[in-house]
């Protein structure tokens, strides 16, 4: 029987776009979830609206550059729900512009959010999820930069790249099946993703884009209850979801 009954589950970025939709989506199939971000009036917000139809959700502030915000996020699930079934590492930004522009700042805030921030999560749940021999980190990555990069892409697919990477390096790692593993790669999605770019020229295109053909938020969301829902022998390792009209 698939069922997200029993789910423990905590996402990151939960205080908008795909992060929320999926606190909403997996709390409505009967999960308990702890809702993530920076924003703690957001995430109290969405976490009230589950509650109040219902559902069960609990919120925890975080950043997810600081190990320690990671290993708390894990700490108040536990101590809340009495364990962690599925991390969703899903906060990302994406500062992109073309590479002779030089912003190191934004490429070094990609690499520690997406990157060092997935990382902080695999530190913070691993154990946990050893301890009670099953767990399952789900990441959001994305389509860019699995064929090519597009122009001021480079960085933003990199970290993602990298992200997809790790993950197969912890399946493997994992044969022993008490981890199981799913990379999530969206296409474009309608969210607020757009606001983290400061190169005006990449934040228009980018909204334009999604406007004209961008997903909702709830697809991928839906993607992510499916591979969660799976029997725990049934590892869906990578799932690539786009607009059907995305080149
Ligand atoms: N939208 C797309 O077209 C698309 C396509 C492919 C992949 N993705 C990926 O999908 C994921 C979700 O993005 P989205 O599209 O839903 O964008 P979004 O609406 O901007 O959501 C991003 C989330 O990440 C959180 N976040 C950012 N920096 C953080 C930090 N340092 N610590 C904790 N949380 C942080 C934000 O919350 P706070 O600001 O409250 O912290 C927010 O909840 C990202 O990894 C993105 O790269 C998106």
């Given amino acids: 029987m698939l069922s997200l009954r029993d789910k423990i589950v905590a996402i990151t970025g939960a205080s908008g776009g795909i992060g929320e939709a999926t606190a909403r989506l997996l709390a409505d199939r009967g999960a308990a979830v702890v809702l993530a971000a920076r924003r703690g009036e957001r995430v109290d917000a969405i976490a ?18 600081r190990a320690e915000d990671l290993r708390r996020l894990v700490a108040i699930t536990v101590d809340r729900y009495g364990r962690i079934d ?12 073309p590479l002779a522009d030089l912003d190191t700042e934004g490429w070094s805030a990609m690499i520690d959010v997406n990157l060092r921030g997935m990382l902080n999560g695999v530190a913070a749940a691993l154990p946990v999820f050893r301890e009670q021999g099953a767990g399952h980190l789900v990441s959001i990555v994305s389509v860019a930069g699995l064929a090519g990069v ?16 790790v993950h197969e390096g912890l399946r493997v790692e994992s044969t022993d099946g008490v981890v199981r593993t799913t990379a999530i790669s969206p296409g ?26 961008g997903i909702s938020p709830s697809a991928v969301a839906g993607a992510v209850a499916f591979a969660v829902e799976q029997p725990g022998d049934v590892e869906i390792g990578e799932i690539n979801i786009r607009p059907t009209i995305q080149a």
Wanted: aromatic content about 2%; some cysteine.
């Fill in 48 to 65: 009230r609206d589950i509650r109040a139809a219902g559902g069960r959700a609990a919120t925890c502030v975080i950043d997810v550059t």
């Fill in 86 to 97: 599925v991390l969703v590492n899903n906060a990302g930004i994406a500062p992109i512009s």
């Fill in 150 to 165: 597009h122009p001021s892409m480079a960085v933003y697919a990199a970290t993602k790249n990298a992200v997809r990477t």
């Fill in 188 to 213: 474009y999605v309608r969210t607020d993703l757009a606001d983290s770019m400061a190169d005006p020229r990449a934040r228009e295109q980018t909204r334009e884009n999604m406007d004209a053909m």
